[in-house]
DNA sequence: TCGCATTGCTAATCCGATTTAGCAAACCTG
DNA sequence: CAGGTTTGCTAAATCGGATTAGCAATGCGA
């Protein structure tokens, strides 16, 4: 027997006025149009008495915006990692007083399309694509129907969806800033790619990028990387194989592994060559994964920057939903989010 | 430019009918009410053909129900381990055709407040109120307003919800079944809680509830736990000390840790002492916290089934909204989810 | 052939807000 | 003091459906 909500016509009755008047107080629209201080006061009063709350199913209908955006994600939701970024869209979300629809798609087409489709039907003000880890995606069509923000993901086609991305140049980078700054030149190791073009995925931006980044680094340090080995997954696994037949050959300085599942692999393997790290070898990694910090000596790791990647998908889904139908916009741009480096204890000096 | 949305309107002037006709077809009701096949298939046609799509705001603001529930939650969107409910609620929730949209309160009561007044205003027909950790809550009043349920929480005072819980007492009998099985009947000890009643924090159902499990199943086997080493807070390095001060009086056969975070402290001490899991010591634990899968050798515990009981919240919620009001319901009914073992590496028969 | 029931459909209202159009009273102005 | 402005507020339309009440045409029995 829940009481019916107060609506627009209760706080109307109480304060004696209309609607109409009502609407333009509460919507702080009185002044503007001559509504006397005396009545203003009376519909306050009236609607605290009240406590009313405008119903945004209502407003939605009316307006057409429903304070509302749709988190869709293929399966972001439920790793941990990732979690993060919802978290960051999450509050950003909040602040502006907007709630979160969430959906995953597992991958499935069909199943993101039915998705979408919920989402237009509940007339969210706007949609955020999100990728569990970095790649290039096909963007459905019909996206352009309502603001939207591709999130840890490119589009495969050019699109006029603007990007949030982890800028893992850069993040490539530093990696090498790291070792270099501990002075670290020689015999640096890939673990998780070859150096020649081959055995990378393509799809994993994140390869592609970082190689990049620690490429250019070191090529500006005059330095080239000692060596890379390629494996078929980043799983510990093909670490640990990877680093083993590494250490069949040759004795690293350091090792740059391209994440921190490869980089557990690679403990293991140094391990069992009986070398220590960082003492004998230095390693540094990528994503700063949760088992960075449980792993012995602590993983010096340059971090996914999850929880700032979904804020600044918010941020930028809302510039696009306040941005001008008429306004002329350039092709969709490609947000980069720095990747912060954390360190821990698996760096060290060569030789120290 | 987005092309405006095609409304019922539009399928019923292509089909050459009412509106009022047009809904009743699509919703069903045009056999009930006698709508001639000609006129059926017309307005189904129009509507396959204009790609109608029902206007969830719309029927929302109409008939009070939106399809749309809400998971508020003390900050379990961003555990990996809580993201699984999530998951779990998602799916149950996409079968059943209704969206869900998540909030976090991180445990602040103002902020609860302020959110589940905006699942309020957005018409949600019902909300799933979670925990990250089972514990007991303080239900927010204006929660009988609207159908819920408790998610991982029980109410501190009697209340009319309906909580969906994980079986904490059937998981400590069932932590004890498996050494039972293993053979082991001498030298069990608890890492996390002290024998005494004492030392355990009274908040944690989990701590309270897998003890008497652990008593009572061992009791049903006349056997009593050897000893039990109570922890300020279930963390690795408590975990470690609190092995470490056991093993250096006893040598225990078998370790019943209280989650794994304990046992992955445990399994150092362990190896400080030489002793070799499960060789030496069988080690069993609570939670299948991710690392449980990384240890080596890999962990046996007792999982927390996150995945379910997300399903289990959205199943509970749905016969609560079907529940007619009239209905004279007994006070919340508390719903325990099985919690499974995975059986790992980590016990072993003793002396084997 | 009249009266009543049945068939098959539609007009009008409602949900709870926003927004447009407009009205009555007070106020100026020449 | 007629005619135009300004002031201060409200009636009515609107959003897109669901629902209630009812109407015209046909069928049927007497």
Redesign the interface.
């Known amino acids: 027997?829940?009481p019916r909500r107060v609506t627009l016509a209760d706080v109307a009755k109480i304060a004696g006025v209309s609607r109409t008047t009502a609407s333009l107080v509460l919507s702080g629209r009185g002044r503007e149009l001559r509504i006397s201080q005396d009545v203003e006061q009376r519909v306050l009063k009236a609607a605290d008495e009240l406590q009313y709350?405008?119903?945004?199913?209502?407003v939605?209908?009316r307006t057409g915006t429903?304070r509302?955006i749709a988190f869709v994600s293929d399966t972001v939701?439920?790793?941990?990692?990732a979690?993060?970024m919802?978290?960051g869209a999450?509050?950003a979300a909040?602040e502006r007083?907007v709630?979160?629809?969430?959906?995953?798609t597992e991958g499935d087409p069909e199943l993101e399309r039915l998705?979408l489709?919920?989402?237009?039907?509940?007339?969210v003000d706007g949609i955020i694509l999100a990728s569990m880890f970095t790649r290039t995606i096909r963007v459905p069509k019909g996206m352009?129907?309502?603001p939207a923000v591709l999130l840890n993901a490119l589009p495969k086609q050019p699109s006029i969806l603007p990007a949030v991305v982890p800028d893992e140049v850069e993040a490539g980078r530093t990696a090498v800033r790291v070792l270099l700054e501990a002075g670290h030149r020689d015999g640096i190791y890939l673990i998780g790619v070859g150096l020649g073009a081959r055995d990378m995925p393509p799809e994993s931006v994140a390869a592609v990028e970082r190689l990049r980044g620690i490429r250019e680094a070191l090529g500006e340090a005059g330095i080239k990387p000692a060596g890379g080995r390629s494996c078929p997954d980043w799983q510990?696994e093909y670490g640990l194989d990877a680093t083993r037949a590494l250490l069949e050959t040759t004795r690293p300085r350091a090792l740059i592994c391209f994440n921190d599942r490869l980089a557990?692999g690679a403990y293991q393997a140094l391990d069992d060559f009986g070398l220590k790290v960082p003492e004998d070898v230095s390693v540094i990694s990528f994503d700063d994964h949760?088992?960075a910090a449980?792993m012995r000596p602590k993983l010096t790791t340059v971090a996914l920057p999850h929880y700032e990647l979904g804020r600044r998908a918010v941020d930028v889904l809302f510039e696009e939903i306040g941005r001008d139908?008429a306004d002329p916009h350039p092709e969709g741009a490609v947000h980069r989010v720095p990747m912060p480096v954390r360190e821990r204890q698996s760096v060290t000096p060569p030789g120290a």
């Open positions: 027997m829940s709350r405008p119903n945004i199913v209502s939605g209908l429903t509302t939701a439920t790793s941990r990692l979690g993060d919802i978290k999450l509050e909040r007083g709630m979160l629809f969430i959906g995953e998705l489709h919920a989402m237009h039907d509940r007339q352009a129907a309502i510990p557990l949760p088992i449980w139908k």
